[in-house]
């Protein structure tokens, strides 16, 4: 049952084509000095990691995405696969090098032009100038288009005045203010000549040199958090700021010295998603972090179930290794099968990054593609993280409770993921418009009830009427025959039609419920679409669901030794079924499976699970971490130490004349004695 498998040659596909800048960044981890300590106070740990983010500058992975002609090699993805690894390190340094480098660094490049490059982003990626990300309020997370700073131009100075109206307009959340930042990107609506042309991006000095706030700027620190004690998060407020023309990071727009404003992208709804759209690299390193964070987790859950020992079973003395359970085979191998799939699917979202950023396909569908996997892989990610890492918790009993072992504190550091960068079900909602709505141009500006008409009229012509759903169905019914095998409901074909077809049944679904929304008032459309919001995010996950199916699918297609090939299909099936599980009631009620064949998959996921427990230590080791990186008590081998010592000591103590005997054995032979005097 065992297969046998090389952990290094599965590791070389798990970290892919970025390898190399994955390797680096998990080198960071061999710094103790970057490791957080629960034992840390508030001014500790963010000391460390800030240690850490000069240690990674060191590394010379920030530099990566810049131009040749700055010192760097205009490779985008190396950079975020490098610095997802820290997690490994602190996920406060993972996340703190994202707002310096990803962020901070990343708006100037992606924002600002020539001038502006050279005058701010090299110190910013080297880690001589530190920077915050200013675009959260108190009043406005997620929706970042309806911010209230504003940022007024005053043309007798050629200045930008810097203002923030009330209170719930105030900058929140924002990483590295409280402590290192020196200037901030601020996000801002841009008014000139008494019009306003919406949010966009300014440089703004928050510090002097001395580390004081500037004139007119306030900040407060936001203390201790539930997680990443290690990001001094803060928050920012402007009255009356001043700051040169030139501060305005005038990629999309541009304001002349007599305060007219032009810019390349007439439509102030395109123009400001095009914006955020070159910010997308935040939830792209969410995505993979939550999945560095995921193999930690299980990496340390399955070394510990592998050691301990808890029970007696068929022996009255021998107790039964913890993954030896089925139970426990079916809460970790699935968990197993899950970050497998988010990774290969991650590694797919890497690339149409790069494609995108490097320039090799930059067309607006490449576009639009990247940005709508961002969200969704985004908040499947790191919804599964918290799932995992829970779940591994509870693997581990009292010891994973022990903030020693690490699980705990990935746990709480990891629960903010879920809603920064975009919260995940609002998140969820724009990945279900686009795959309604075709990409649309102007689908991008539209209000809630724009939406729905919208929805209505395009997105159920170009899916509920264009699904092919008829041939879907049949492609099942073809599938499902009274003469299907026991071992067919593993069937590769089978799977991918019954994660298809949910898709494309619920799009269609939504489309015709959204259908009298195009001769509607404005009001009550935004209402229907109100009703049917819960559809739309379920839509959404399903998409979701299958990327990642389909990316497990086709590595396992590219396996060359057959063991190796064995083991993902054991993943892809075991992460497939437990998804149709999931989804058991959809399934049924749409006839989409048969009674006969549902009662299969618990049977079969018993059995892939059995079958994966076989070779959970190979699979983990892949991951690539050792000790440094694990640093977890129960993952070093301790446990197998002490069920060693125990057993020995149980041996020699039978050994021995004066050894107690259980009275459980002496009523068995006691029965057994009156048993044969009877006869």
Same mark, same amino acid.
């Given at each position: 049952?065992?297969?046998?498998?090389?952990?290094?040659?599965?590791?070389?596909?798990?970290?892919?084509?970025?390898?190399?800048?994955?390797?680096?960044?998990?080198?960071?981890?061999?710094?103790?000095?970057?490791?957080?300590?629960?034992?840390?106070?508030?001014?500790?740990?963010?000391?460390?990691?800030?240690?850490?983010?000069?240690?990674?500058?060191?590394?010379?992975?920030?530099?990566?995405?810049?131009?040749?002609?700055?010192?760097?090699?205009?490779?985008?993805?190396?950079?975020?696969?490098?610095?997802?690894?820290?997690?490994?390190?602190?996920?406060?340094?993972?996340?703190?090098?994202?707002?310096?480098?990803?962020?901070?660094?990343?708006?100037?490049?992606?924002?600002?032009?020539?001038?502006?490059?050279?005058?701010?982003?090299?110190?910013?990626?080297?880690?001589?100038?530190?920077?915050?990300?200013?675009?959260?309020?108190?009043?406005?997370?997620?929706?970042?288009?309806?911010?209230?700073?504003?940022?007024?131009?005053?043309?007798?100075?050629?200045?930008?005045?810097?203002?923030?109206?009330?209170?719930?307009?105030?900058?929140?959340?924002?990483?590295?203010?409280?402590?290192?930042?020196?200037?901030?990107?601020?996000?801002?609506?841009?008014?000139?000549?008494?019009?306003?042309?919406?949010?966009?991006?300014?440089?703004?000095?928050?510090?002097?040199?001395?580390?004081?706030?500037?004139?007119?700027?306030?900040?407060?620190?936001?203390?201790?958090?539930?997680?990443?004690?290690?990001?001094?998060?803060?928050?920012?407020?402007?009255?009356?700021?001043?700051i040169p023309r030139t501060n305005l990071l005038n990629r999309y727009g541009v304001v002349t010295a007599d305060?007219?404003?032009?810019?390349?992208?007439?439509?102030?709804?395109?123009?400001?998603?095009?914006?955020?759209?070159?910010?997308?690299?935040?939830?792209?390193?969410?995505?993979?972090?939550?999945?560095?964070?995921?193999?930690?987790?299980?990496?340390?859950?399955? !070394?510990?179930?592998?050691?301990?020992?808890?029970?007696?079973?068929?022996?009255?003395?021998?107790?039964?290794?913890l993954l030896d359970y089925g139970q426990h085979q079916r809460r970790l191998m699935p968990a197993l099968a899950?970050?497998?799939?988010?990774?290969?699917?991650?590694?797919?979202?890497?690339?149409?990054?790069?494609?995108?950023?490097?320039?090799?396909?930059?067309?607006?569908?490449?576009?639009?593609?990247?940005?709508?996997?961002?969200?969704?892989?985004?908040?499947?990610?790191?919804?599964?993280?918290?799932?995992?890492?829970?779940?591994?918790?509870?693997?581990?009993?009292?010891?994973?409770?022990?903030?020693?072992?690490?699980?705990?504190?990935?746990?709480?550091?990891?629960?903010?993921?879920?809603?920064?960068?975009?919260?995940?079900?609002?998140?969820?909602?724009?990945?279900?418009?686009?795959?309604?709505?075709?990409?649309?141009?102007?689908?991008?500006?539209?209000?809630?009830?724009?939406?729905?008409?919208?929805?209505?009229?395009?997105?159920?012509?170009?899916?509920?009427?264009?699904?092919?759903?008829?041939?879907?169905?049949?492609?099942?019914?073809?599938?499902?025959?009274?003469?299907?095998?026991?071992?067919?409901?593993?069937?590769?074909?089978?799977?991918?039609?019954?994660?298809?077809?949910?898709?494309?049944?619920?799009?269609?679904?939504?489309?015709?419920?959204? !259908?009298?929304?195009?001769?509607?008032?404005?009001?009550?459309?935004?209402?229907?679409?109100?009703?049917?919001?819960?559809?739309?995010?379920?839509?959404?996950?399903a998409y979701v669901e299958l990327e990642k199916w389909k990316a497990l699918d086709e590595k396992m297609r590219?396996?060359?030794?057959?063991?190796?090939?064995?083991?993902?299909?054991?993943? !892809?099936?075991?992460?497939?079924?437990?998804?149709?599980?999931?989804?058991?009631?959809?399934?049924?009620?749409?006839?989409?499976?048969?009674?006969?064949?549902?009662? +299969?998959?618990?049977?079969?996921?018993?059995?892939?699970?059995?079958?994966?427990?076989?070779?959970?230590?190979?699979?983990?080791?892949?991951?690539?971490?050792?000790?440094?990186?694990?640093?977890?008590?129960?993952?070093?081998?301790?446990?197998?130490?002490?069920?060693?010592?125990?057993?020995?000591?149980?041996?020699?103590?039978?050994?021995? +004349?004066?050894?107690?005997?259980?009275?459980? +054995?002496?009523?068995?032979?006691?029965?057994?004695?009156?048993?044969?005097?009877?006869?």
């Amino acid at each position: 049952m065992k297969l046998s498998l090389d952990p290094k040659a599965i590791n070389d596909v798990l970290d892919g084509h970025w390898a190399e800048a994955r390797r680096r960044g998990r080198s960071i981890a061999e710094e103790p000095s970057t490791h957080d300590d629960p034992a840390d106070d508030l001014d500790t740990a963010r000391a460390k990691t800030l240690d850490g983010v000069m240690k990674m500058a060191e590394t010379g992975l920030p530099l990566t995405g810049l131009s040749p002609e700055m010192g760097g090699k205009n490779e985008h993805a190396t950079n975020i696969a490098g610095f997802e690894e820290t997690v490994t390190s602190n996920p406060s340094l993972q996340i703190k090098a994202g707002v310096q480098f990803g962020l901070f660094g990343g708006a100037i490049l992606h924002l600002g032009d020539e001038e502006q490059h050279h005058k701010w982003l090299l110190d910013a990626q080297t880690g001589r100038l530190l920077g915050s990300f200013a675009m959260t309020e108190i009043g406005h997370g997620s929706d970042v288009a309806n911010v209230a700073t504003t940022a007024t131009y005053d043309e007798a100075t050629e200045e930008f005045v810097i203002d923030t109206p009330f209170r719930a307009a105030t900058k929140e959340f924002i990483g590295n203010a409280a402590r290192d930042a020196r200037a901030a990107v601020v996000f801002a609506q841009l008014i000139t000549k008494g019009v306003k042309h919406g949010v966009h991006a300014f440089f703004v000095p928050v510090r002097d040199e001395a580390g004081e706030p500037m004139p007119g700027i306030s900040i407060e620190d936001d203390g201790y958090k539930g997680g990443l004690k290690g990001v001094d998060n803060g928050r920012i407020g402007f009255d009356s700021v001043r700051i040169p023309r030139t501060n305005l990071l005038n990629r999309y727009g541009v304001v002349t010295a007599d305060g007219t404003y032009s810019s390349p992208i007439e439509s102030p709804g395109r123009r400001f998603f095009t914006m955020l759209g070159t910010l997308v690299q935040g939830r792209v390193s969410l995505d993979g972090a939550s999945v560095v964070a995921s193999k930690l987790a299980l990496d340390i859950a399955v !070394r510990y179930g592998l050691e301990r020992k808890q029970f007696t079973s068929g022996d009255d003395f021998a107790e039964t290794t913890l993954l030896d359970y089925g139970q426990h085979q079916r809460r970790l191998m699935p968990a197993l099968a899950a970050v497998y799939a988010s990774a290969f699917a991650h590694e797919k979202l890497l690339t149409s990054f790069e494609e995108v950023f490097a320039g090799a396909d930059d067309s607006e569908e490449n576009r639009a593609l990247l940005e709508t996997r961002a969200a969704a892989f985004k908040a499947d990610s790191t919804w599964m993280a918290l799932d995992v890492i829970q779940e591994c918790r509870e693997a581990c009993g009292g010891a994973g409770f022990m903030a020693e072992n690490r699980l705990v504190g990935l746990r709480a550091d990891l629960d903010v993921y879920v809603t920064f960068e975009g919260d995940n079900t609002v998140l969820l909602q724009l990945v279900a418009k686009r795959l309604l709505g075709d990409y649309a141009n102007e689908f991008a500006h539209l209000d809630v009830g724009g939406a729905a008409r919208f929805i209505g009229t395009q997105a159920a012509e170009h899916t509920l009427y264009r699904t092919g759903l008829a041939n879907a169905g049949r492609a099942i019914s073809d599938a499902l025959t009274p003469n299907l095998g026991d071992r067919r409901i593993r069937s590769g074909r089978l799977q991918r039609t019954l994660l298809e077809t949910r898709v494309e049944v619920m799009v269609a679904g939504v489309a015709q419920a959204l !259908r009298p929304a195009t001769k509607m008032p404005a009001a009550q459309a935004a209402d229907l679409f109100n009703v049917h919001q819960h559809e739309l995010i379920e839509t959404a996950r399903a998409y979701v669901e299958l990327e990642k199916w389909k990316a497990l699918d086709e590595k396992m297609r590219e396996q060359t030794d057959a063991d190796q090939a064995k083991v993902f299909r054991r993943l !892809r099936d075991t992460y497939g079924l437990g998804l149709i599980e999931k989804h058991m009631a959809w399934h049924l009620m749409y006839g989409r499976l048969p009674m006969s064949r549902a009662r +299969q998959i618990n049977e079969t996921l018993n059995s892939l699970c059995k079958k994966l427990a076989a070779n959970a230590l190979d699979l983990v080791e892949a991951f690539g971490y050792s000790d440094v990186h694990r640093r977890a008590t129960i993952a070093t081998g301790v446990e197998a130490e002490r069920q060693a010592e125990a057993a020995d000591y149980y041996r020699r103590a039978r050994a021995h +004349q004066d050894f107690p005997v259980d009275e459980k +054995q002496l009523r068995k032979a006691a029965k057994k004695k009156a048993k044969a005097a009877a006869k």
